[in-house]
């Protein structure tokens, strides 16, 4: 997960990949717990809770010990993380006891709102399930690991196949069964890690898993996991689109 436990790298690492997969839209973010530390878990918790809400509930949010470094944080800038100061019609804002970060008269103190008279200053309630709301966080360990492989599942790694050449392949089974994508930990091992999960042929032929190399030819001897999941996002969001 980290192979460092300075606060101030983890608060950046996390940024990273947490803005990366906003900007994707990816759904579930899953953190492998390889080092077993309750102190970086904590972290990660904090931090999570701390970027997924817009700069008004923020605020209001408890600085603990954790978030020493939280403005290294880069903004995620959801949809319901709105910039400006004033209301707009057809804006959605997330609020938390009341507010909203306007003066806004809205039905509920809690969830999603949106303006519909910036004047009158008036909002209606807003489902959540239509908007991109960030990527749900979970933490497993490493005896946890093969419960993240999925019916189609893609690992990262430089001995895969090129994912341009398959591109019909990836696209029709991300239809039928979405994707999710295996960035290995920094010490390596993941195709082993992976084959020791396809232990039955049932549940070989349930999951598919297929290995891709997203950086052909690199030019740096090792790539960091942050970097891998930023050029495997790219690739990936470019075939499925």
């Not at 436990?5 to 717990?33: A, C, G, H, P, Q």
């Not at 549940?203 to 001897?221: D, L, T």
Request: hydrophobic residues 35%.
């Amino acid at each position: 997960m980290f192979d460092k436990r300075d606060l101030r790298y983890i608060t950046e690492k996390f940024s990273f990949i947490m803005r990366v997969s906003s900007i994707f839209r990816v759904n579930d973010l899953i953190w492998i717990d390889d080092v077993k530390n309750k102190d970086i878990n904590k972290i990660i918790c904090e931090l999570y809770k701390y970027s997924i809400l817009p700069s008004y509930l923020k605020k209001d949010f408890p600085i603990k010990n954790e978030l020493k470094y939280a403005g290294l944080l880069s903004p995620v800038n959801l949809p319901s993380h709105p910039q400006q100061a004033l209301p707009l019609e057809g804006e959605v804002r997330i609020g938390r006891k009341g507010n909203f970060g306007i003066d806004v008269d809205t039905p509920y103190n809690d969830g999603y709102s949106m303006v519909i008279d910036s004047i009158k200053r008036r909002a209606i309630s807003y489902p959540d399930f239509t908007l991109y709301s960030g990527a749900a966080q979970k933490i497993i360990d490493e005896e946890g690991f093969c419960s993240a492989i999925s019916s189609f599942t893609i690992v990262g790694t430089r001995s895969g196949n090129n994912p341009l050449e398959r591109y019909f392949e990836i696209k029709n089974n991300y239809e039928k069964f979405g994707i999710t994508l295996i960035i290995g930990p920094p010490k390596g091992g993941i195709i082993r890690k992976i084959s020791s999960c396809n232990g039955n042929e049932e549940k070989e032929q349930y999951n598919k898993i297929e290995f891709y190399n997203f950086i052909p030819k690199q030019g740096v001897r090792d790539v960091r996991a942050e970097e891998a999941l930023l050029s495997s996002l790219s690739i990936i969001n470019m075939i499925i689109n």
